[in-house]
């Protein structure tokens, strides 16, 4: 009987020889970084909420000067999919960040190989290989490059007074464009209009 595959030690070398193709769900709570960047108003079952992930490994044989061996190029493509909940810069409210990410790496003999690896390849990513190689802290790396720079939801439910506040001090509604290049702002001439009109 084969025994399950432990996606915490595993030969990351003989797995991409062997065109190896695995997957699973790891909850939250069980990737630190994660719950580190996760909102503190998160729902209580937050922790527990899935990540999908999905590996496959690869070999490609590359021709070499005439008279040396070919070159065995190794390759993994990782996919992550779930979502984070994070807290929306513009209205402070908490919110659920849709993931996914696909990155395809290439795997190095050692971690000095990694280093010294040309970076003019954008859609690969060099790593080190390991022989009981730990796919917890890539999965971690994948999600928290996903996330966006500043967090927030696609149409805030509301506005957050300490963020936008009308002439009067009272809360102005401000559309949310998803096709702007920035978001809307009352402008400060339209204010000084307003207390004119008053006098």
């Given amino acids: 009987?084969?025994?399950?595959?432990?996606?915490?030690?595993?030969?990351?070398?003989?797995?991409?020889?062997?065109?190896g193709s695995t997957g699973g769900e790891i909850a939250t709570h069980d990737l630190p970084r994660i719950i580190a960047e996760t909102a503190d108003d998160a729902p209580p079952l937050a922790g527990s909420e899935p990540f999908a992930w999905r590996m496959t490994g690869s070999v490609r044989e590359e021709a070499s000067e005439p008279g040396m061996a070919a070159r065995r190029r190794l390759f993994l493509e990782l996919t992550v999919d779930g979502r984070m909940w994070l807290d929306c810069q513009r209205c402070l409210q908490v919110y659920a960040q849709?993931?996914?990410?696909?990155?395809?790496?290439?795997?190095?003999?050692?971690?000095?190989?990694?280093?010294?690896?040309?970076?003019?390849?954008?859609?690969?990513?060099?790593?080190?290989g390991s022989r009981r190689f730990d796919l917890l802290p890539?999965?971690?790396?994948?999600?928290?490059l996903a996330l966006p720079v500043a967090p927030k939801h696609e149409i805030c439910p509301t506005v957050h007074d300490s963020l936008v506040t009308g002439a009067d001090g009272e809360v102005e509604?401000?559309?949310?464009?998803?096709?702007?290049?920035?978001?809307?702002?009352?402008?400060?001439f339209a204010a000084l209009a307003k207390l004119k009109t008053r006098h």
């Fill in 1 to 19: 009987m084969n025994q399950p595959f432990d996606f915490r030690a595993f030969d990351l070398f003989d797995f991409c020889r062997s065109g």
């Fill in 173 to 188: 509604s401000v559309p949310d464009d998803a096709d702007a290049g920035e978001e809307k702002r009352p402008s400060p």
């Fill in 138 to 144: 890539l999965i971690e790396d994948e999600i928290l």
């Fill in 98 to 128: 849709p993931v996914s990410t696909s990155t395809r790496f290439e795997i190095a003999a050692s971690e000095a190989e990694a280093e010294a690896a040309p970076l003019d390849d954008d859609e690969v990513d060099v790593i080190a």
